[in-house]
């Protein structure tokens, strides 16, 4: 597709368990960001990758939270031992090269909901 | 601490008028501040940017512009239509940090026909 993709569209989990959620980013971009929206609320940074590695990972709210991003495209966000604190939207951006970039585009994001 | 932060939750407006979303922000070394506009479970999409050099841009339709001495940023929307109903953000983008985004908590803006 022409945009950035991000699987599932919904997913409901009970506290406690493991769960990944995937960004298909736009072909060629480089820069891809994880970022974590409550209700009501702006997206917060969680976690930037420049190609494979992760850049800066400041945002990521403890150890339960991973990402990778193994061959520079697709990337998974990855959380342990769910809460029901980690409730929210979760949305993947991308950009062509990174810092410089004007414009970062994002996917229709992950609504996760622990029970 | 650093924050970009918006002035009203809420902003009703009829078709036609035009419609003007006020941010505030804190942090003086900013170096864009963006505009985004999310409809209801999709992700924010770009609508305009503005350099921190500058103090006014227009887009179509749209108009942003800066007042670095108060440190706000505004989004004026012309002839507002149906389909501008949305939540706006005003974001700042941080080239130091990766590029990432720093957002406000976000104004909805309702169309009245």
């Known amino acids: 597709g022409a945009g950035v993709s991000q699987t599932p569209s919904n997913k409901v989990t009970e506290k406690g368990k493991y769960v990944e959620l995937r960004c298909d980013p736009i072909?060629?971009?480089?820069?891809l960001y994880w970022y974590r929206q409550s209700l009501g609320q702006g997206p917060e940074f969680l976690i930037y990758?420049?190609?494979?590695?992760?850049?800066?990972d400041s945002g990521l709210p403890n150890d339960r939270f991973f990402a990778v991003r193994p061959e520079g495209s697709v990337s998974t966000l990855k959380i342990q031992r769910t809460e029901r604190g980690d409730s929210a939207v979760y949305l993947c951006?991308?950009?062509?090269?990174?810092?410089?970039?004007?414009?970062?585009?994002f996917g229709q994001g992950t609504r996760l909901t622990v029970v | 601490g650093e924050s970009v932060g918006l002035h009203l939750p809420t902003l009703s407006v009829q078709e036609g008028d035009n419609s003007i979303i006020n941010c505030a922000y804190s942090?003086?070394?900013?170096?864009?501040f963006i505009w985004y506009k999310q409809e209801s479970g999709k992700g924010p999409q770009f609508i305009i940017d503005?350099?921190?050099?500058?103090d006014k841009r227009q887009g179509q339709r749209v108009t942003v512009l800066l007042n670095k001495t108060v440190k706000h940023l505004s989004l004026q929307i012309a002839a507002t239509q149906p389909g501008d109903s949305a939540v706006y953000f005003c974001?700042?983008?941080?080239?130091?940090?990766?590029?990432?985004?720093?957002f406000g908590q976000g104004t909805e803006l309702s169309v009245k026909p």
């Open positions: 974001a700042e983008r941080r080239y130091n940090q990766g590029g990432k985004l720093i």
């Open positions: 990758f420049q190609g494979t590695g992760a850049a800066d």
């Open positions: 503005i350099r921190s050099n500058m």
């Open positions: 072909s060629g971009h480089t820069a």
């Open positions: 942090n003086s070394a900013s170096d864009y």
């Open positions: 951006a991308s950009s062509l090269m990174g810092p410089g970039d004007r414009e970062a585009f």
